[in-house]
């Protein structure tokens, strides 16, 4: 069976400035891995995926996510980030041959600072 | 709007009570399931459907009951609410073999159990 860490639970970050999300997945057979972003009092909407190919994969709003397979990493980037950026972020993962059953980690709350 | 509705947004409930949480799609998905969202906890399934007639289990699925009798609707029931039930839930669609696309989520239903 597959997991997924999220190793901050919260991140403060000044605006404009860069951030990363720190994502670390277990899993014994090949994956899919997928960043989702929570806005206050609404539902998830999915931010970026990786699924094969090229290992650095750019998303909705500037963030992009680079896979690491020897490091069993999926982190989450974006070189300047805004005030509407305040969200929560979940990495999630799925077998590769079972993508219909996604287990998400526990999140990561992004605070923008002004 | 196609998307995942679900009903209602709010409820409040006592001890033993029963209730019924709504969720329909009009995208076709075949693929449905529910999530409940705990503070610090992520998201954690409850119950999965692969198409009308066939549901299973997720992580926790006690004290939870669900039936997919068309492709549309996927209700999750309540028979007899308890205050660990408190929590946002969210259902979920996604065509089957396409979950790698990203699911579609509904906006939440924000229950309390008092």
């Known amino acids: 069976a597959q997991s997924v860490t999220q190793l901050d639970s919260q991140v403060p970050v000044f605006e404009e400035a860069p951030v990363e999300l720190r994502c670390n997945y277990s899993s014994s057979v090949s994956v899919y891995l997928f960043w989702y972003v929570q806005y206050p009092n609404q539902g998830l909407q999915l931010l970026l995926k990786?699924?094969?190919?090229?290992?650095l994969v750019k998303g909705i709003n500037g963030f992009e996510a680079e896979f690491n397979k020897s490091q069993t990493s999926f982190h989450l980037r974006k070189p300047s980030v805004h005030i509407s950026d305040t969200a929560e972020y979940f990495c999630a993962v799925s077998e590769s041959n079972r993508d219909d059953k996604i287990i998400f980690g526990k999140g990561t709350r992004l605070h923008i600072l002004p | 709007n196609a998307g995942v509705t679900q009903t209602p947004k709010f409820q409040v409930l006592k001890t033993g009570q029963s209730m019924t949480l709504q969720c329909a799609q009009d995208m076709n998905h075949e693929y449905m399931s529910w999530y409940r969202q705990d503070p610090g906890m992520g998201l954690r399934l409850i119950h999965y459907s692969v198409g009308a007639g066939i549901t299973d289990q997720g992580e926790v699925p006690n004290g939870y009951n669900v039936s997919r009798s068309t492709t549309e609707d996927f209700p999750l029931r309540l028979l007899s609410a308890a205050p660990s039930q408190t929590s946002v839930y969210f259902c979920a669609s996604s065509s089957l073999g396409q979950g790698a696309l990203g699911y579609t989520f509904g906006s939440g239903t924000r229950l309390t159990v008092v």
């Open positions: 990786y699924l094969s190919g090229s290992t």
